[in-house]
Every structure is written in C-alpha cells, then in structure tokens.
C-alpha cells in the first residue's frame, strides 16, 4: 500500500471515530436515560440472583418507609416441620434471615429497627396480620403502643398457612396515613 493512502486512511478512521465518539456524548441525554434502565433491568433479571434472605439484600430492600419514618425489618424463620426439629447443632440455616418473603409456615420473629433517633422517644405499636378472603384483616399478633428508646422492636408470631399477611408500625396516634408503615409479608410464595 502506497504510504500516502494508509496515512489518509489511518486519518479519515481517525475523524470517523472522533465525530462518533462526539455525536455519542453530545446526543447522551436522549438515549442515556433508556439505555441505563435498559441495562440495570437486564442485569437485574439476567445476572442477580434473586435474593431472599435479609443477608442476601441491600438495607434498602429491607426498609419499609413513610413520608416521616423508616424502619428496617429482619424476619427470622423457624419452620413447623419435622425436618426443623432437632437435627445436627452445626446446621446454621435454621438461623437465616429474610426481609419480607418467609419459605413457608411455622413460627417468626420480627426485629423491626427504627432508623430516625427522633422516633425512639414516640409511642410505636407494631402488629401483625393475615389477609382473609374478601380481603380483610386478621390480627394475629401485636405489641401495644410504648416508647423503644434502643429502637429495637420484637414480635413472635405464628404463620398458620401460605399466604399474604402485613406487618404493620404505626407512630404516635397514627391519626395520619404518613404515621403508619405497612409492610407485605409473603408466606411460602
């Protein structure tokens, strides 16, 4: 190849790949947005797996918030099997956390953390309830209303069937829908 025509290709590639580059970040604000979701979607479905363990999950996937409070839910699970009864001492799944999804019927605990240090000195009830057909309420378990000064709260209840159940916090009076979180419980699904 002559050297005059590879310097003049080498150049014309050169201004090719410098007008691409320059049409790519000045035209990023109409395709970035889109290519970014586009991508955080696919790697959501396609590489993450879906995690359902409290361990396994951001604390942002474990936070129930309102306009004014968050709160942070860790669920443990003990499940009313056979299989969960005795068993080697070294077995430490017994002792998993989950967030919002429990594998199956038995018994949990909820340990709720309040995150705002302003919230510790309010009256905060917690309770727990199983969706009935027609989609009503049942309570099953609760703690009355009481200031939690190390913002820990603790709940046991027992998931008697699969299903959809709500764990709720409420502040204060709970007069208002922003002094109430509601947190989704699935059982076994």
């Known amino acids: ?9 080498i150049l014309f590639v050169g201004i090719v790949a410098l007008l691409g580059v320059n049409g790519v970040v000045f035209s ?5 947005p889109r290519f970014n979701q586009y991508m955080s979607d696919f790697w959501k479905a396609h590489v993450l797996q879906p995690a359902v363990k409290a361990g396994d999950r951001t604390i942002s996937e474990c ?8 709160a942070h839910l860790t669920t443990y699970f003990l499940a ?14 017994k002792y998993d956390e989950y967030c919002d999804r429990v594998p199956g019927t038995g018994k949990v605990i909820f340990a709720v953390t309040l995150m705002e240090k302003e919230a510790r000195n309010e009256a905060v009830a917690l309770s727990f309830h199983a969706y009935q057909s027609g989609g009503t309420l049942k309570p099953l378990a609760s703690l009355p209303p009481r200031p939690h000064g190390a913002g820990m709260l603790t709940l ?5 069937h699969k299903g959809k159940y709500l764990l709720k916090l409420a502040f204060g009076e709970a007069k208002n829908k922003e002094d109430i979180i509601e947190m989704p419980i699935s059982v076994g699904e």
Not at 1 to 9: A, E, V
């Open 1 to 9: 190849m002559i050297p005059t025509r590879r310097l003049n290709l």
């Open 28 to 32: 990023y604000g109409l395709w970035g």
């Open 63 to 70: 936070l129930g918030v309102s306009d004014f409070y968050s």
């Open 80 to 93: 009313d099997s056979a299989d969960s009864a005795g068993g080697a001492t070294d077995d430490m799944s």
């Open 156 to 160: 046991d209840a027992t998931v008697p």
